[in-house]
């Protein structure tokens, strides 16, 4: 339900192990991302193409930032963004380095924001032994936006300096997480990073723009795709591959649908060893086969349920579609393949 907060945490301690080749990364990133640097104290971040906004902190400094979504999120399809603040100067050895993610859930809110905040924390602790303790505030409501924070009662190396969510309730009644997190050399200031967090927190507003959950027509690469009505589109890109994903827009405590299209090289296509089943099917006037990973998809609990490889462009040997699917149901099984199949 909930992967983006789990993904920072394992990634964290190796992303400040390479900063210095991120450094040189960031700038190149910056460009093609709309970074900037020159916030003061104050003044206000609008996110996600104003679907919500934060305001900088006192006591800390924007070092960079950076957003998910085609040319830096600037389109309907923005989905994430990153602040990274600081103590001081960026360039001061051991300084903390604070790392505030902004993320879509696609989910709408139960209309009780403290139960989507136990289903939030439920997503997290799926990925623990021994799952973590968090206080819940009561939800608190401004001007422009209602939201709950979420807090765990124990900050230590073994959960990577996770410090807190808040869960914000947007104007179309959808979710979206703030998730805080510090390295190491924070530690020895966590008051006043606390401190931080909460003027973050406490800043939130809610923007104007609604997700479009239209049907519409959708470009990937040269082709276009049609999106059924409810289904939500982002596109992650790499030096040389590129991902477009399709969440459907449900409920917090609904199972949720999604599936995803890889154009590249080399695509985490396994195949060694045998599916459940297979099914026959044709995309792009082409007989294709999906593999399957369960009896039917209300069995299925993570990961692929469904997936396809084909050469992408016949006149380009090497170049591959990996399609993938993680349907919540049989009917949205039937329409993930019905957008599949729209591929021209």
């Known amino acids: 339900m909930v992967s983006g907060i789990n993904e920072r945490r394992d990634n964290w301690q190796m992303k400040k192990s390479i900063q210095g080749i991120l450094t040189f990364i960031i700038c190149v990133v910056c460009l093609l991302a709309t970074a900037s640097t020159g916030k003061q104290v104050g003044d206000k971040f609008s996110l996600l193409n104003d679907r919500l906004s934060i305001t900088m902190p006192q006591g800390a400094v924007l070092q960079r930032s950076f957003f998910g979504g085609i040319m830096g999120g600037k389109d309907d399809t923005a989905y994430s963004a990153t602040l990274i603040l600081t103590q001081n100067d960026w360039t001061i050895q051991n300084d903390w380095t604070m790392e505030v993610d902004v993320s879509e859930l696609y989910k709408y809110s139960t209309g009780d924001l403290r139960k989507d905040a136990s289903l939030f924390i439920e997503a997290i602790n ?87 959950t239209a049907g519409q027509a959708y470009y990937i690469y040269k082709y276009t795709i049609q999106i059924a009505p409810g289904y939500i589109p982002r596109h992650n890109f790499g030096v040389d591959f590129d991902v477009w994903y399709f969440s459907k827009l449900d409920a917090m405590d609904e199972k949720g649908s999604s599936f995803g299209i890889y154009y590249g090289c080399f695509p985490s296509f396994d195949n060694s060893t045998e599916p459940e089943y297979t099914v026959k099917d044709t995309v792009l006037n082409r007989e294709i086969t999906w593999r399957i990973n369960a009896e039917d998809p209300g069995k299925f609990d993570g990961g692929k349920y469904a997936e396809t490889l084909m050469q992408a462009d016949e006149n380009h040997f090497g170049m591959y579609l990996h399609i993938f699917a993680s349907p919540g149901s049989a009917t949205d099984w039937e329409t993930i393949r019905e957008m599949v199949r729209s591929l021209r």
Request: glycine share 2%.
């Open 126 to 212: 799926a990925n623990y032994s021994a799952p973590l303790q968090f206080t819940v505030s009561y939800p608190i409501k401004n001007e422009t936006a209602s939201f709950i924070i979420i807090t765990p009662d124990t900050i230590d190396s073994s959960d990577n300096y996770y410090l807190m969510s808040a869960l914000v309730q947007t104007v179309d009644n959808t979710l979206i997480s703030v998730n805080i997190y510090v390295d190491k050399e924070a530690m020895a200031y966590m008051d006043d990073c606390k401190n931080i967090a909460r003027q973050i927190a406490n800043s939130i507003e809610s923007g104007a723009r609604s997700l479009n």
